[in-house]
T-cell receptor
Framework: DGGITQSPKYLFRKEGQNVTLSCEQN?????MYWYRQDPGQGLRLIYY???????QKGDIAEGYSVSREKKESFPLTVTSAQKNPTAFYLC?????????????FGEGSWLTVV | GDSVTQMEGPVTLSEEACLTI???????????LFWYVQYPGEGLQLLLK?????DKGSNKGFEATYRKETTSFHLEKGSVQVSDSAVYFC???????????FGDGTTLTVKP
C-alpha cells in the first residue's frame, strides 16, 4: 500500500542527545515536510523540501536539521540545541500542482525528553 | 501573511445533532482549502477539500464550501455519530510547497 511511514512511533531522549526520526514515502511525491504538534495545539512547520538535495526552513527550524538525499526519504534530526523537544512530530508529503497541493501525513512520532 | 482562524472548542454534541465548525481565512493568491481529522495519537487524515471559490468538498456526510466573499470554509454535518469524535483542522495550502497554514484545531466530542 502507498503511504508515509514514520519510525519510531515512540522515542525517549536524554538531555544533550541528538535523535533522528525517520520518514519514508512511496507515493512518488516531490515535496516532503516536517511539522511539530504540541498538545492541544495546531501544526508548526519545521522544514520542507521540494526536491532532492534541497530543503528550506519553516517557521521553527532552530534546533532541528534535515537531509534529502533520496526522493523517498526525509529524516529529521532533533539536536541538543532544541531546548524543548518533547512533542508529536508529523512527516508529510505532497505533489505540488496536483490535486490542490493536498498534503498527506504519516502516523506521527512521539518524542519525550527524560 | 496567510492565516486560518477556527472556532474554539471543545465542542460537545449529542448523537444525531447538527455540527458546524467555523473556519475563516486570510490569504494572498488562490489557495486550496482543506479539512483534516485527527484521532488520538494518530496523524492527520484528509477529510475533504476545495480547490477554488464556490467549490464544495464532501466526504462521509461532512461538507464545506469555499466562499471567497466571506473568506470562509465552515465544516458541516447534518447528523453526527460517536465515531466522529476527533480533532478537526482547517488548513490553507498555497501553490508553493512551503505555503501551508493550519488552524489550531477544534475538538469534537459526540455523546451517545
Amino acid at each position: 500500500d502507498g503511504g508515509i511511514t514514520q519510525s519510531p512511533k515512540y522515542l525517549f531522549r536524554k538531555e544533550g542527545q541528538n535523535v533522528t526520526l525517520s520518514c519514508e514515502q512511496n507515493l512518488n511525491h516531490d515535496a516532503m515536510y516536517w511539522y511539530r504538534q504540541d498538545p492541544g495545539q495546531g501544526l508548526r512547520l519545521i522544514y520542507y523540501s521540494q526536491i532532492v538535495n534541497d530543503f528550506q526552513k519553516g517557521d521553527i527550524a532552530e534546533g532541528y536539521s534535515v537531509s534529502r538525499e533520496k526522493k523517498e526519504s526525509f529524516p529529521l534530526t532533533v539536536t541538543s540545541a532544541q531546548k524543548n523537544p518533547t512533542a508529536f512530530y508529523l512527516c508529510a508529503s505532497s505533489r505540488p500542482g496536483v490535486s490542490g497541493n493536498t498534503i498527506y501525513f504519516g502516523e506521527g512520532s512521539w518524542l519525550t525528553v527524560v | 501573511g496567510d492565516s486560518v482562524t477556527q472556532m474554539e472548542g471543545p465542542v460537545t454534541l449529542s448523537e444525531e445533532a447538527c455540527l458546524t465548525i467555523n473556519c475563516t481565512y486570510t490569504a494572498t493568491g488562490y489557495p486550496s482549502l482543506f479539512w483534516y481529522v485527527q484521532y488520538p495519537g494518530e496523524g492527520l487524515q484528509l477529510l475533504l477539500k476545495a480547490t477554488k471559490a464556490d467549490d464544495k468538498g464532501s466526504n462521509k456526510g461532512f461538507e464545506a464550501t469555499y466562499r471567497k466573499e466571506t473568506t470562509s470554509f465552515h465544516l458541516e454535518k447534518g447528523s453526527v455519530q460517536v465515531s466522529d469524535s476527533a480533532v478537526y483542522f482547517c488548513a490553507l495550502i498555497g501553490t508553493n510547497a512551503g505555503k501551508s497554514t493550519f488552524g489550531d484545531g477544534t475538538t469534537l466530542t459526540v455523546k451517545p
